[in-house]
């Protein structure tokens, strides 16, 4: 265990994240640290909810990507801030595909480091019943939300103050599981609201329910990518490394193979032909060039998660977003002669 560590287990943020590491390890024993592949790594990286956001991780999962690497990469949905913990405390957990999470958990002082973004923007929608058609009606009510210190609790407050809400006044914010939970609650009218990941705006959409406003268009933040424990980084930057060639290979797959990923995302999301097709012109828009993002979008997101979570002390973004390893992987191909982003 690492002095920073050591320290953060001693704090009452430690006390937290070792009740929350122990329910992970309850969740994950026995089910994936246990032989895989053989000749193949086995790893387990993790998203709050089945979203487009983790399309390319699941297809370059599926084009055995993560294999070529010598990875056994498996996947499993969990609660954003039970995957820190998992991450930092029990190290049940190895990567995240939750950039944005990770980026708050740091602001507040987790040893955690995000490696890598996929996308240069958000995509959920905040939707809402029927009778609910803005902020007048919406006032009063509940919004639901997979956790509260995830990405989608930032498109949720943005989202909120974009129709006229005060996000901390006007309403209820609530936790409620993964999108389908989510959207279960919606149906039996239990909450007034939830921001939606695409592609479940589709399916709300076809129900009845109202699309209020795309976070989207009042954010542009970025919040999806890979992360990783600062120990995991510092003690296996081989594997890591491995993990960002994967990476590099999938973002570049997901440009060029149109039909092959449209397609994907029709049977992995169960959505029609002509609805996958819009989601995967949407997804290709939002995708980075290479897996890193300017400076200046870090630092508007690193003043903005500052004040969301009330931090004041000096951080550089630097010091949570490292692309170094990144940035090697694309050398390691560029020298192989090899096409990458």
Known sequence: MTPAVRGLMLSPLGKYL?????????????????????????????????????????????????????????????????????????????????????????????????????????FFYLMAQPNVRGGKELKGGKVAVSSLGGTGAVATRATLRAIGLNPDRDVTVIVIGSASVRMAAMEAGSIQAAVMPVPWNFRMRKKGFNELIYAGNVMSQPLTGIATSREKLERNPDQVRKMLRGFLVTLNAVKREKKEVTNFIERKYSIEPDVAEEVYGVMVQALTEDGTVPESALQDLLEQTKAEVGVKKDIASSSIVDYRLLKEAAKHFRRQGESVP
């Open 18 to 122: 070792t009740l929350a590491g122990l329910l992970a390890l309850i969740c994950f024993a026995g089910t994936v640290h246990s032989a895989g592949s053989p000749g193949l790594e086995r790893i387990l990286i993790t998203h709050s909810s089945e979203s487009i956001s983790i399309a390319p991780l699941h297809y370059g999962m599926e084009k055995g990507f993560y294999h070529k690497e010598g990875l056994d990469l498996q996947f499993r949905i969990l609660r954003g801030d039970l995957a820190i913990a998992a991450m930092v405390g029990s190290k049940e957990v190895d990567y995240i595909s939750g950039a944005g999470t990770a980026f708050a958990a740091a602001v507040k002082g987790f040893p955690v480091s995000v490696l890598a973004h996929d996308f240069k923007s958000v």
